[in-house]
């Protein structure tokens, strides 16, 4: 309990300061667009490798060149984990946004940082606002911010990765971009396994070469996500 207090401090710090961010990021982005998202990305990077530090979550990357600096791309992982967003989001090199289930939106002050770094919140129980989701990931990523994705559609509990949501696919077809297939694994059991408590991780992540889908049609986009979840399958430790 008194770790989980240490711990508490400097997160609730954080949130705190955000909100005064929140309001000078608001005003930055009435001149500079770019300027904003960019500051928004570093701002969030520095909150989640804080949170990485004081809970003891280290991260070995492999294939790092394979994260874009310049065009948009659609990151597609696998999902063990809370963790999983504090450990990527720290290595994105240029504006990139989440795909995110619609409870995290609930969260005061992350969820106004999440929209300020783009992510986007998805309703799966109304198939209307998950076609819209796609439609605006697609103007994103058209617009230069990467996105990532969680195709499982919530986290695995044994490791394993279950069947891809296929739906969320639609981003590919209606873009065309690059996508980079991303495998993460920990050493030891996930926070969920033992929540409240915070112990000594890592974070094994590996980015694969970008799979270029230019002239792909909804049939070859379909064979596509089961390239990548057979791909996927393959851990890293």
């Not at 969260?107 to 986007?120: A, D, E, K, S, Y």
Request: include cysteine.
């Amino acid at each position: 309990m008194i770790r989980l207090i240490i711990i508490s401090i400097p997160l609730v710090l954080f949130f705190a300061i955000s909100l005064i961010v929140a309001l000078i990021l608001l005003i930055i982005k009435l001149f500079s667009k770019k300027a904003c998202d960019i500051l928004s990305l570093r701002w969030v990077q520095f909150g989640l490798i804080l949170a990485n530090l004081i809970t003891g979550m280290k991260t070995v990357a492999e294939g790092k060149e394979n994260i874009t600096t310049d065009e948009s791309v659609l990151y597609v992982s696998n999902h063990l984990s809370l963790f999983d967003i504090i450990v990527l989001y720290p290595l994105m090199k240029k504006p990139t946004g989440f795909i995110a289930k619609k409870e995290i939106n609930k969260v005061p002050i992350l969820n106004i940082l999440m929209r300020f770094t783009h992510c986007l919140f998805l309703d799966r129980s109304d198939p209307r606002k998950g076609l819209q989701m796609v439609l605006d990931a697609a103007e994103l990523i058209k617009g230069g911010t990467s996105m990532f994705l969680f195709p499982e559609g919530t986290r695995s509990k044994d490791g394993e990765l279950l069947d891809f949501k296929t739906g969320s696919f639609k981003i590919v077809e209606k873009t065309h971009c690059k996508v980079v297939p991303v495998r993460i694994d920990y050493e030891k059991e996930v926070f969920e396994d033992h929540a409240p408590k915070f112990y000594s991780n890592v974070a094994h992540v590996k980015f694969y070469e970008a799979i270029d889908t230019e002239g792909m049609d909804k049939h070859e986009v379909k064979d596509l996500a089961a390239q990548l979840h057979e791909q996927l399958k393959k851990k890293n430790i």
